[in-house]
């Protein structure tokens, strides 16, 4: 079985806020933030899997602080877990002020699990954990991870 880093798949992304993407109170739709949020952790995991790739789970979505009209929010994407099919990916949104400095204002934990053409479940490559950091990432995956299995269990 293949091993990846998860600096292999970490991903990127900028946008600017326009008028398209706010509310009724000013500030960054938070439904176009869980899109781009989305569409980033398929990225980094097709990255990771080589193969398509869809939403099994959003865990954690916590929104800290608004964005606003011409704001840009920095998406920063990378692999934290990866069971035998599925592949928790940490987002982490900034507001990126024009001095480059970032204020987070959401986080979220999103599993995708790879799958072929027929949309059956594929193995994915193992995670090679580098750092202190890494390790403790991988630790609160397995801990999601088993939290998910038990609200399966339980109905939720």
């Given at each position: 079985?293949?091993?990846k880093?998860?600096s292999d798949?970490?991903?990127?992304?900028?946008?600017?806020i326009?008028?398209q993407?706010?509310n009724s109170?000013?500030r960054l739709?938070?439904?176009y933030?869980?899109q781009?949020m989305?569409?980033?952790?398929?990225?980094?995991?097709?990255?990771?899997c080589?193969?398509e790739?869809?939403?099994?789970a959003?865990d954690n979505?916590?929104?800290k602080?608004?964005?606003y009209?011409g704001?840009?929010?920095a998406?920063?994407g990378k692999?934290v877990?990866?069971?035998r099919?599925?592949?928790?990916?940490r987002?982490?949104?900034?507001?990126?002020?024009?001095?480059g400095?970032?204020?987070n204002?959401n986080?979220?934990?999103?599993?995708?699990?790879?799958v072929?053409?027929?949309?059956r479940?594929?193995?994915?490559p193992?995670?090679?954990?580098?750092?202190?950091?890494?390790?403790?990432?991988?630790?609160g995956?397995?801990k999601r991870?088993?939290?998910?299995?038990?609200?399966?269990?339980?109905?939720?």
């Amino acid at each position: 079985m293949t091993v990846k880093k998860a600096s292999d798949s970490a991903t990127e992304q900028v946008y600017i806020i326009r008028s398209q993407h706010i509310n009724s109170y000013g500030r960054l739709f938070g439904g176009y933030l869980m899109q781009w949020m989305d569409e980033l952790a398929a990225i980094v995991s097709r990255r990771h899997c080589g193969s398509e790739v869809t939403t099994a789970a959003v865990d954690n979505l916590n929104f800290k602080a608004g964005a606003y009209m011409g704001d840009m929010v920095a998406l920063v994407g990378k692999l934290v877990y990866v069971g035998r099919t599925s592949m928790e990916v940490r987002i982490d949104a900034y507001v990126e002020d024009r001095t480059g400095i970032r204020r987070n204002i959401n986080r979220a934990y999103i599993v995708m699990v790879a799958v072929d053409q027929e949309g059956r479940a594929v193995e994915v490559p193992r995670l090679d954990i580098e750092t202190e950091t890494e390790r403790a990432e991988w630790a609160g995956g397995e801990k999601r991870y088993q939290l998910r299995k038990q609200r399966r269990i339980e109905g939720y």
